[in-house]
């Protein structure tokens, strides 16, 4: 899936959905694929919410028993290109843990026009905030877990060579996670216990995990099929199989 979620996703604005896969070549958007898939486990009324413009380029999937009809609204100009159907079952999205042998270094706050820059390696941060014209840079693949809120907007983050296989960030627990702005992102978030929430003009090259999924923005998500066939870091080797393909 492009974005998967617990509970709810939420999609207005301009924001659509498409796929490609990066051991292939870079993103290109002539030569885009059709698997932009969205899905949740839940199978209430407005399970999954599209309105504005919101253009899924795959298939839409909510809880088992759902009533298609009742849990996948859509308003104004939504489309969605794919299928519509229940899932057999739930997903199991196992909680994060946090790697025992890493040293939490703390809240990572970047602001102004600062630029960090990461080597590789796995990371534990108490905190995640990147404000402003500020950016932080991973010069290599890199894992990061957080155990706080993430908020990355400003000039966002820079992923090795631009490829999502090469960042995967894990948030423990209950928190919020912000992307906005208008930096590009390339990466996987696997947050199942917080609310995600995409704002903004930048193109997200990524797979999403949350509890809850809010996009508002216009930037567009591409799924990478390329993450399919990543591995969890630290501790947590099985969480990114919540992103296999329908």
Not at 33 to 62: E, P
Not at 148 to 155: C, E, F
Not at 194 to 212: E, R
């Amino acid at each position: 899936y492009g974005i998967f979620a617990n509970s709810t996703i939420a999609m207005s604005g301009n924001a659509q959905t498409n796929s490609y896969n990066s051991n292939n070549g870079p993103y290109n958007a002539a030569a885009a694929t059709a698997n932009g898939d969205i899905g949740t486990n839940r199978n209430g009324g407005n399970s999954i919410a599209l309105s504005g413009n919101v253009r899924i380029s795959g298939d839409a999937v909510v809880g088992p028993d759902a009533n298609v009809n009742q849990a996948i609204v859509m308003s104004g100009n939504a489309v969605i290109e794919g299928t519509r159907s229940a899932a057999a079952e739930a997903r199991v999205l196992d909680p994060v843990t946090l790697p025992s042998d890493v040293l939490n270094s703390g809240a990572l706050s970047i602001s102004g026009n600062n630029t960090v820059t990461l080597a590789s390696g796995t990371y534990v941060y108490s905190s995640i905030s990147i404000t402003g014209n500020s950016r932080l840079n991973l010069s290599s693949p890199a894992t990061v877990y957080v155990n706080g809120n993430v908020t990355i907007s400003g000039n966002g983050m820079g992923t090795c060579q631009n490829l999502p296989p090469n960042l995967k960030i894990y948030v423990q627990g209950s928190r919020t996670v912000s992307l906005s702005g208008n930096g590009n992102f390339y990466g996987a978030i696997y947050a199942p216990q917080s609310a995600i929430n995409l704002t903004g003009n930048g193109q997200l090259f990524v797979a999403v995990v949350g509890n809850t999924i809010a996009d508002s923005g216009n930037g567009n998500i591409h799924f990478d099929e390329a993450l399919t066939q990543a591995a969890g870091g630290g501790s947590s080797n099985n969480q990114l199989k919540s992103w296999n393909e329908v």
